[in-house]
């Protein structure tokens, strides 16, 4: 089963635009750890991303789209980056990130990612041609 | 450039109710614009946290906390990652996703190699690019 384990660094949703990891042994210990999980042929994925106060919400309270721009006042808990893993378990997954050099201002959240199967049978016959639709989209990274 | 946007959870979500077929059909219908033009890169949607953990490493051990978790707008349903050259043409696609009334998302660019400096050093940054390539292929 695949999980999402979403990476939450408090702070970084005040964090001003371009800012980047700057420190070289953690980025180094991060990299060992995200070594180990493709070394157990359990990463899919990974990626960070750039502080809240460069991105947009786009709402749609009507079902017109409202674009406002980061940083966003409300937001308490603000994602910093993901690991897509593949694991037997959701306990597996809560054991990786168990796992991860984060620091005491991080949280990780583990959340499992809906298969085609998890769908009920009308569902999945609508949305038919959506993994066909995964495997032709562009390649990651 | 590759934006990772996000789309919030709300209370529907949270509980796992699914989406009508109308708008099953009108979102694959945009994913498969999406990827005739080349944007698509990964579309998922996410259980409910109810579902899911949360692991904090404030003290020696890391805590694990089990969902769910109260629904605030910081909550995640799913994503998807985008290619495109500006964050003016990530935001311009989605203005055109098809999502009910009452639905938010977040375009977050993703960082790119060149954006770590001097923290990524050589050395690291040929470790990185070994590591994707060696994930691509799983």
């Not at chain 1, 420190?23 to 991303?49: F, H, P, Q, W």
């Not at chain 2, 999406?34 to 490493?57: D, W, Y």
Request: hydrophobic share 45%; glycine share 8%; with cysteine.
């Amino acid at each position: 089963m695949r999980f999402m384990m979403l990476m939450i660094p408090g702070g970084y949703e005040t964090a001003a635009p371009g800012t980047v990891p700057e420190d070289v042994e953690r980025v180094a210990s991060m990299m060992a750890y995200n070594k180990a999980l493709l070394d157990a042929g359990v990463l899919i994925t990974c990626d960070g991303l750039h502080p809240p106060s460069m991105g947009a919400r786009v709402s749609f309270p009507s079902g017109k789209p409202v674009v406002t721009d980061g940083p966003f006042a409300e937001s308490k808990e603000v994602l910093g980056g993901y690991w897509m893993i593949d694991v037997a378990s959701r306990d597996e997954a809560i054991a990786w990130a168990s796992r991860c050099p984060a620091t005491p201002n991080e949280v990780i959240e583990i959340r499992q990612v809906q298969e085609m199967a998890d769908y009920p049978e009308d569902v999945q016959a609508v949305a038919s041609g959506f993994e066909e639709m995964q495997t032709t989209a562009k390649r990651l990274g | 450039m590759r934006f990772m946007v996000i789309v919030h959870a709300n209370k529907d979500t949270e509980a796992g109710v699914m989406p009508s077929t109308e708008l099953l059909a009108a979102m694959g219908k945009f994913n498969e614009e999406m990827c005739n033009a080349g944007v698509m890169q990964a579309g998922e949607g996410l259980h409910p946290t109810s579902k899911g953990a949360r692991i904090a490493f404030t003290g020696s051990e890391p805590v694990v906390k089990q969902g769910p978790f109260d629904v605030t707008s910081d909550l995640i349903a799913g994503f998807w990652l985008i290619d495109v050259a500006s964050r003016d043409e990530a935001i311009a696609w989605m203005k055109r996703a098809p999502f009910a009334a009452g639905a938010e998302i977040e375009i977050r660019q993703v960082f790119a190699a060149e954006d770590f400096g001097d923290a990524l050093t050589p050395e690291l940054r040929e470790k990185e690019e070994r590591l994707r390539a060696q994930a691509a292929r799983k």
